[in-house]
């Protein structure tokens, strides 16, 4: 069926109807291009477009082209020749043959092969293939030679058990004619022949077997002979001409030693912070509850036993026969000694058994101990300056009850007297679980009236109780008690006298927080910090002169250096309290020893902050010169000059110059106490000379000290010339021996000539030449554009420039060829549509008809 013919609109018979001329002169039709300018001598091509006109050229290009194309997608009317070499004219037609005929076979194999699985490999058993073994063709030896081996023939088994042999099977052609030229044999001939053929057979492995067995036998022999050609032995001195065995090498030895050693075993899991935390607070509670019950005087229940289950289904098997039972049978005056040997082994099982629940007692506290170890080891870092050297005390404490409670033995019924005697102790041990105190005065409570080392204690089993893991609010009350611990430690430092060995004992504790709650810590040292700064500048500006600070400040100042860096070069608390010394050595003026005592203090502080960065503190410095010059009688002709806070003549100028000349006798060196920086009283005066040479020795320490640290600086000379001054006017025939062989090795420590300096000269540099204004002439061929400098530049640009032109192009008629499939999509969808719609309205035109009719022939009837 042709497809119908497009009936034309009468647009299109006008369009044809109207020459070029109409369709120019159409003002519709036209399109005038705008000129920029109008240049004489060029001719113009694209003045005039005629966009209707070029649209019908296209939509005409592309129905004839593009459509054609998008109605014939998916057609494949054309048969194509696929065989191997078929438009290959090298190839010889009986080649072409061979490969199509090759790559056949291939196909099908691989079609028969993909469910057949290791088809190359061949299993073995004991060096014997499988397949041969299901075979079932293996000799069996046998010693009578009447029975049959294992073998049945297939003549055999087809007479027996195939339905009579050759008598009632098919026979072919070919057996028929022979069949007619010979006589057809009865069933007892046959039988006659089978048994012969399998006799034959049967001697034939007979006579094998045989012939195999001499075979091996005289293999044998001569294996003897050479055997015994090998395991021959020269004499003695020929063994002793040979060589001896070279020795092992180094590596040989360690390669036998790595076969010998233990191989590692698995080791637990690693248990996280959390973890850690929630069974430490698990034990404590539990020790908690425990001593409770002990202050009521309640009886500790034994350990139950636990019934275990067995299943109707148990065969009471579970058991591990390790044991040899065998008994060895002895004699013994005569007699068997197998009772006593049993007796022996029930009375050592039961020794053993007793052993084992005393170890097993032991082994309990042993284990609480060590988790209690692991759980301390895991909050605390590798600062082992900070730790106490004693052993931790709330171990020994709670090893102690365990031993004193232990939960393996059965417990015995106790006196009255027993009881309270438990009560009293239970009262009198501390508490396992803590609240985290809410001020300073909670704390105070908590920790006044106990020793140092129970104090720690106490922290301890609070930070446990009250871990930031275990609940909510439990970090902000820790960060809270960082800063009520601090004043509390201030506290004890400002107690009279100060409680200097409990603050030493606490500090881990602290160290522990600022680990955990780093924010919080640095912000509380900081205020502390900021205060005395604050106090030290209104005293000053008040009065005109400040104390220096108390050993409140002294400790935190030290505190600070214990928790905090002090080599990074700014910190938010270390460097303030870096100022907060060099305020307090700067500003605060010497009055007395206590004085003296305190600035020295700060200057071992200061020590110790720049111990690693190595910077240079001038006040510390300027400090030990003027504690030098309160030591010199003479202060006429000094070579040097002292800055404040010291003068260099004034009523508390000579602090440590000695009164009498008998001052040495019974010195000894000592290290100053920190309780000297408050409230020192000396009874004498010469304890007062005493302590004087204490505080020079000190000085004299430090100086050396500064010097060793700062020997690298360029100008050391020059910083530590004062203090070498300084040395020289100080009275050695006053001072005692030790004292006279320290001044000695500060004096070598210090240079007295200033080190050859190079002078300052500009680094040699490679000499930049002067910018040329020289122009740079550059031809312009096109004005106006952006075109290059050379000929190539040029083409590049030109190629340039036309790929942009072609791709817009090519994208241009893209969009165009999209939007007229799209058309045409939409007008094909649109006809079927019409046309579905046509056939239905036909259809129901046929089925109303149909229905009218069909009611007029009802009423017809009816009638």
């Known amino acids: 069926m042709g497809k119908q013919q497009k009936k034309k609109n009468v647009a299109d018979k006008v369009r044809k109807t109207k020459t070029s001329t109409e369709i120019k002169n159409n003002p519709f039709e036209v399109k005038i291009n705008k000129k920029k300018f109008d240049i004489l001598g060029r001719k113009t091509k694209h003045d005039v477009g005629l966009p209707g006109v070029s649209r019908s050229k296209a939509i005409n290009k592309r129905k004839n082209t593009l459509l054609k194309e998008y109605k014939q997608k998916g057609k494949a009317n054309k048969f194509i020749d696929r065989r191997f070499g078929e438009y290959d004219t090298k190839m010889a037609p009986e080649d072409k043959i061979l490969q199509r005929f090759s790559l056949e076979r291939q196909r099908t194999l691989e079609k028969k092969d993909i469910y057949n699985l290791n088809e190359d490999e061949e299993l073995t058993h004991y060096g014997q293939s499988l397949a041969e073994m299901e075979k079932l063709n293996d000799i069996v030896d046998s010693d009578s030679d009447s029975e049959e081996k294992g073998l049945l023939s297939a003549e055999l088994t087809a007479s027996h058990f195939g339905g009579g042999g050759g008598l009632l099977r098919k026979k072919s052609p070919g057996e028929k004619e022979d069949e007619g030229s010979q006589k057809a044999k009865s069933r007892q001939e046959l039988i006659e022949e089978l048994i012969i053929k399998s006799k034959q057979e049967k001697r034939e492995r007979q006579t094998q077997k045989e012939e195999a067995h001499v075979l091996t036998e005289k293999l044998d022999q001569e294996w003897k002979s050479i055997q015994g050609l090998l395991s021959h032995k020269g004499s003695k001195a020929q063994s002793q001409d040979q060589t001896e065995k070279p020795k092992l090498d180094d590596y040989d030895m360690m390669v036998r030693e790595l076969g010998f050693e233990m191989k590692a075993q ?94 097993d007692g032991d ?152 680990q955990l709650f780093p924010a919080a810590a640095c912000k509380a040292m900081q205020t502390l910090l900021t205060d005395s700064a604050h106090d030290i500048e209104e005293t000053v500006e008040v009065t005109g002169r400040a104390a220096f600070p108390g050993l409140d400040v002294l400790i935190y100042l030290k505190i600070t250096a214990l928790l905090f860096p002090t080599s990074d070069f700014r910190h938010p608390v270390t460097t303030p309290a870096f100022l907060c010394i060099s305020q307090a050595l700067t500003k605060c003026p010497l009055t007395c020893l206590q004085d003296v005592t305190c600035g020295l203090v700060l200057c071992c502080l200061a020590l110790e902050y720049v111990a690693l960065s190595q910077r240079l503190c001038p006040e510390v410095i300027n400090f030990l010169l003027g504690v030098l010059h309160l030591a010199v009688p003479d202060k006429t002709n000094l070579g040097y000059s002292v800055v404040s806070p010291f003068k260099q003549v004034g009523r508390f100028g000579e602090l440590l110059v000695l009164s009498s000349p008998e001052a040495p006798e019974g010195w000894s060196r000592k290290a100053l106490p920190l309780s000297a920086t408050q409230g020192l009283q000396l009874h004498s005066h010469l304890e007062t000379n005493h302590y004087r040479l204490s505080l020079l020795d000190t000085c004299l320490d430090l100086v050396k000290k500064f010097a060793v640290l700062y020997k690298d600086i360029p100008s050391f000379f020059h910083i530590f010339q004062p203090i070498r001054a300084a040395l020289k006017h100080l009275p050695l025939k006053n001072y005692p021996s030790t004292l006279q ?36 002439i550059v031809e312009v061929l096109d004005y106006g554009k952006k075109r290059g400098n050379t000929k190539e530049q040029r083409e590049q640009e030109r190629l340039k420039h036309k790929y942009k032109k072609e791709f817009k192009g090519a994208l241009r008629e893209i969009r165009k060829d999209t939007r007229f499939l799209a058309q045409e999509k939409l007008s094909d969808v649109m006809r079927r549509d019409s046309e579905r719609k046509r056939k239905v309205k036909e259809l129901l035109g046929s089925l109303s008809t149909q229905e009218g009719e069909w009611k007029s022939l009802k009423k017809m009837k009816r009638k």
Not at 432 to 446: D, G, H, I, V
Not at 476 to 481: A, D, H, S
Request: net charge negative; charged share 40%; proline share 6%.
């Open 266 to 359: 698995p080791s637990e899991k690693l248990k996280s912070e959390e973890e850690l935390a929630r069974e430490g607070r698990e034990r404590l509670h539990i020790l908690e509850a425990d001593r409770l019950r002990r202050m009521k005087g309640d009886l500790e229940e034994g350990p139950k036993k636990k019934t275990v289950h067995f299943s109707a289904d148990d065969l009471n098997d579970g058991f591990i026969l390790d044991k040899e039972d065998k008994k060895m049978l002895a004699y013994q005056d005569g007699k068997w000694s197998v009772e006593e040997e049993e007796e022996k082994e029930g009375e050592s099982e039961e020794e053993v058994e007793e052993c084992e629940e005393e170890d």
């Open 741 to 776: 062989e320290c001044h000695r090795e500060v004096l070598e420590a210090l240079p007295e000539t200033p080190a050859e300096q190079l002078p300052l000269v500009f680094e040699k540099k490679k000499p930049i030449p002067l910018k040329l204004l020289t122009p740079k």
């Open 363 to 514: 082994d309990d506290g042993d284990d609480d101990s060590g988790n209690d170890e692991d759980e301390d080891d895991s909050k605390e870092d590798a600062h082992s300056d900070l730790e106490s050297e004693q052993g931790s005390a709330e171990e020994e404490e709670l090893d102690k009850d365990e031993e004193e409670f232990p939960t393996a033995s059965a417990p015995r019924p106790l006196s009255e007297e027993e009881r309270k005697a438990q009560q009293e102790i239970a009262k009198a041990e501390l508490p396992y679980t803590f609240k985290a105190p809410e001020s300073t005065e909670e704390l105070k409570s908590m920790l006044q009236g106990h020793f140092p080392e129970k104090q720690r204690l106490i922290l301890d089993r609070t930070l446990k109780s009250n871990h930031p893991s275990l609940g909510v609010g439990n970090k902000l009350k820790l960060q809270k008690m960082f800063g009520f611990l601090l004043e509390y430690m201030g506290e004890l430092a400002s107690s009279k006298p100060p409680e200097l060995n409990t603050v030493n004992i606490l500090i881990p504790q602290l160290y522990g927080l600022s």
